[in-house]
């Protein structure tokens, strides 16, 4: 009897660490296209500084405050996908 409960506890637990690990895969897919949002919003902010360079240069006004805020928009999503990127990092470690 005490094999059949032994046995019962060892599949209990199996099943948890399964579960477990299945959730971690899941919010790891999560964070993986979160990141690839975030990269591709960073390619389209860089696509409009150079429209705004290219303004600037054919008389544009106010190209300058434009490029340095979307700058400081690439900073931010680059923290961003760091971030997510350190998250994925301790996931994968766990």
């Given at each position: 009897m005490?094999?059949?409960e032994d046995m019962?506890?060892?599949?209990?637990?199996t099943v948890r660490a399964v579960?477990?690990?299945?959730?971690?895969?899941?919010?790891?897919?999560?964070?993986?296209i979160e990141i690839g949002k975030e990269e591709a919003v960073i390619k389209k902010v860089y696509s409009r500084?150079?429209?705004?360079?290219?303004?600037?240069?054919?008389?544009?006004?106010?190209?300058?405050?434009?490029?340095?805020?979307?700058c400081k928009e690439i900073?931010?999503?680059?923290?961003?996908?760091?971030d997510l990127k350190n998250r994925l990092q301790e996931l994968k470690s766990d």
């Open positions: 005490e094999f059949f019962g506890r060892k599949v209990g637990e579960g477990d690990r299945s959730q971690q895969f899941i919010e790891m897919g999560k964070i993986n500084i150079g429209r705004a360079v290219y303004n600037a240069r054919h008389g544009g006004e106010g190209a300058a405050e434009e490029v340095e805020t979307l900073e931010e999503r680059h923290k961003r996908v760091q």
